[in-house]
């Protein structure tokens, strides 16, 4: 069975995806008054699961909206003892070294993964695990922050697919992972 | 007499415009058989010189060509003494803080800059003093480097102009500096 880890986010020009106050505003800074997604819905109609870290299911459960995913969220936590009950059905909890993490929820059906969260989009970049990236630039510096991207022993090369311009600030690009 | 400051410069995905050895190859690495300039000597028309840090002088020094440069460049440096001979004519040493550095540039009759080098955009920027931003984004993830945007005590929101694609696989944005 063919699995794929895929990334879906919003960075600044300098390449933070949060402030330094963790805040995420900026995202919302170019007017959009038709709620127009940049291809969100899309690219979830593409993945079976989401992956994410502590730190953005912190986030996710800090804003005042519903439970925004429709599709199966594992949360990557070495710290995290249980899911709150109100997340229950919504929410798993997975521990471990990354291989046998996407080896667990693989074998739960769950094949095209959305990885989320900067330290887990960067865990699974350091093991060569993600396979694609569509990352969405805002035209801000925020000159400090959270990083998309970290250090990394390699390099790693990507295949450009697309590029578009969404309300004529905010540049969307798709890479896919060259490899071999 | 108005006066701008623009940057027109390549960086890796992750936001590296050298990496840890200090080593441009990858900048090439996508096959440009036809050798287009993706914009530059378009660019290079539209300044009047250019100012660059001292390291990025050493590494244009050190390129196996003939000096690159039809316009006057200055290169700034608090600890270079002297300019060495061979670059007599074309190249200008300039000293201090950043404006009156650029006065002493604008005195002499060039308005227009094309600011070069990480340390010397990072300076500008820390300043706001950089009104335009070309970058050319190259599909690889570097791991670490030289990176093109530093620390800020501010954020500096820009409005994207354009972008366009070049050899299927590098993603070209063009920035102003969005003031007031």
């Known amino acids: ?13 300098d390449g933070y995806i949060a402030d330094r106050n963790n805040g995420l505003a900026w995202l919302d800074m170019i ?8 291809g969100y819905y899309a690219f ?30 594992f949360v990557l936590s070495s710290t995290l003892n249980e899911i709150p009950e109100k997340y229950s059905g919504k ?6 070294d990354l291989p ?3 080896k667990t929820i693989h074998e739960k059906g769950f094949h095209h993964l959305y ?10 970049l350091n093991e060569d695990l993600i396979d694609e990236i569509i990352v969405t630039t805002i ?22 697919v697309h590029t578009q311009v969404f309300l004529n600030h ?7 992972r060259k490899r071999g």
Chains 1, 2 share one sequence.
């Not at 992956?51 to 519903?66: A, K, N, W, Y």
């Not at 990885?115 to 699974?124: A, E, R, V």
């Not at 035209?139 to 790693?156: K, T």
């Not at 905010?170 to 896919?176: A, C, R, T």
Request: net charge negative; glycine share 12%; charged share 20%.
């Open 1 to 13: 069975m063919q699995t794929s880890n895929k990334v879906f986010i919003g960075r600044s020009l």
């Open 91 to 96: 929410v798993q909890m997975v521990k471990g």
């Open 100 to 102: 046998s993490v996407l």
């Open 170 to 176: 905010i540049v969307q690009s798709q890479y896919k």
């Open 44 to 73: 979830m109609e593409t993945v079976d699961a989401i992956l994410m870290g502590r730190v953005t299911f912190d986030t996710v459960c800090g804003f005042d909206i519903e439970w925004p995913f429709k599709k199966p969220v």
């Open 139 to 160: 035209p801000i510096l925020l000159g400090g922050g959270s990083s998309l991207f970290g250090a990394m022993p390699h390099e790693l090369q990507f295949d450009h």
């Open 115 to 124: 990885i989320d969260g900067g330290k887990t989009i960067q865990s699974l």
């Open 31 to 38: 007017p959009n008054p038709d709620g127009i997604d940049m």
